[in-house]
């Protein structure tokens, strides 16, 4: 297969990413970043050439660009590499605002080149599984969905958690796009939502790991319930936080009239599993489709999405679609505007083509 990937943005995330799609036999042709050594570090680490600015990219000819720089500048970089004629994968969410987003969506289709989105884990086992067993009725008609995920916060972990507390940041649009993202795959577009806060939540963050950050005050909320209403008439809510100190989520149910479809991790790969329980029954069951038997089911890891464009590109389109994406964003955005205005707002619902089977293995 063709190898060639180029990654923008050589932070925190990168060289996860690197480890990944090398371990898969993709190999790092260049990299490029705002700090020149830290891109020169990273290129050294993966035998990748170092190039300073977007341009100079083309000389290696990659058949995909990554992109993972700020939030703050995945439209404008986007944007370059697309007009410099190279696919992109961008990391979530794809653009700041809508009208970015529309923007990257227009240009790629008119220049012809490849566009796609996290989060890719759409294309994960747990998902695959909780869409086979919508699509074959196991719990009857989806009525309602309801998601969480939350945690302590970043800076347990990140060396530079300071973004996701600013602007393109938070909760909403660090998680909220590999929730919303999954939801409308399992049950469709989004018509209108409403969000809403706590009104009492920590007003500064404090952590015993790193003492830079002890008293910085988020410029976001981190904690955001949202409800959304799909055009396919289902229900869904959804509770993201940096704030809780103890949880046992993440965690997705599925409350079908027939029946309710859970998973304990239904994202990445962790420990969790798929299990139902129908009306009248007494216990709940694990899901394991027939289909898994003889169409490989795949694990998620970081980069597939990459993968999956240099490998089969027409076979994942419609997963990483990025007028999903956009949709995606386009919930968000409006999520973020009911929070500031406790006001129900619309959401223009797409014509998505969600493919409704299994995915080949990449």
């Given at each position: 297969m063709t190898t060639g990937?180029?990654?923008?943005?050589?932070?925190?995330?990168a060289a996860s990413y690197a480890r990944s799609l090398t371990a898969r036999g993709v190999r790092i042709v260049a990299c490029v970043d705002i700090d020149a050594?830290?891109?020169?570090?990273?290129?050294?680490?993966?035998?990748?050439?170092?190039?300073?600015?977007?341009?100079e990219l083309t000389a290696y000819s990659p058949?995909?660009?990554?992109?993972?720089?700020?939030?703050?500048?995945?439209?404008e970089v986007t944007t370059k590499l697309l007009e410099l004629g190279i696919p992109v994968f961008s990391e979530k969410p794809m653009a700041l605002d809508v009208a970015a987003a529309r923007a990257l969506v227009d240009l790629s289709i008119s220049r012809r080149i490849d566009?796609?989105?996290?989060?890719?884990?759409?294309?994960?086992?747990?998902?695959q599984r909780l869409r086979n067993a919508l699509d074959v009725g196991l719990i009857g008609q989806p009525m309602l969905i309801i998601g969480q995920?939350?945690?302590?916060?970043?800076?347990?972990?990140?060396?530079?958690?300071?973004?996701?507390?600013?602007?393109?940041?938070?909760?909403?649009?660090d998680l909220g796009p590999y929730w919303i993202a999954t939801m409308v795959d399992l049950v469709g577009p989004v018509v209108a939502v409403t969000a809403a806060r706590p009104c009492h939540l920590p007003a500064q963050i404090g952590t015993t790991d790193s003492s830079a950050w002890i008293g910085f005050?988020?410029?976001?909320?981190?904690?955001?319930?949202?409800?959304?209403?799909?055009?396919s008439g289902v229900m869904g809510c959804l509770t993201m936080s940096f704030d809780w100190p103890h949880t046992k989520a993440p965690s997705l149910e599925i409350v079908g009239d027939e029946g309710v479809l859970a998973c304990d991790t239904p994202l990445f790969n962790g420990a969790g599993v798929l299990r139902h329980r129908l009306r009248g029954s007494k216990a709940w069951r694990r899901w394991h489709p027939h289909i898994l038997d003889h169409e490989a089911a795949i694990s998620w890891y970081r980069g597939i999405g990459v993968v999956s464009m240099i490998n089969s590109p027409e076979v994942h389109e419609t997963s990483l679609d990025k007028r999903l994406a956009l949709h995606t964003l386009e919930i968000l955005q409006a999520s973020s505007i009911s929070l500031?205005?406790?006001?129900?707002?619309?959401?223009?619902t797409p014509e998505l083509n969600l493919r409704r089977r299994f995915h080949h293995s990449v």
């Open positions: 990937v180029a990654i923008v943005g050589t932070g925190h995330i050594d830290r891109a020169i570090a990273f290129g050294m680490r993966w035998r990748a050439a170092s190039v300073s600015n977007l341009t058949d995909v660009a990554l992109n993972l720089t700020s939030v703050l500048a995945h439209a566009l796609r989105c996290a989060p890719d884990t759409l294309l994960g086992t747990r998902q995920i939350a945690w302590s916060g970043h800076e347990r972990w990140h060396p530079r958690p300071q973004s996701f507390y600013q602007a393109g940041g938070g909760p909403l649009l005050v988020p410029e976001v909320p981190t904690t955001v319930a949202v409800i959304l209403e799909f055009a500031n205005t406790g006001k129900r707002i619309v959401v223009a």
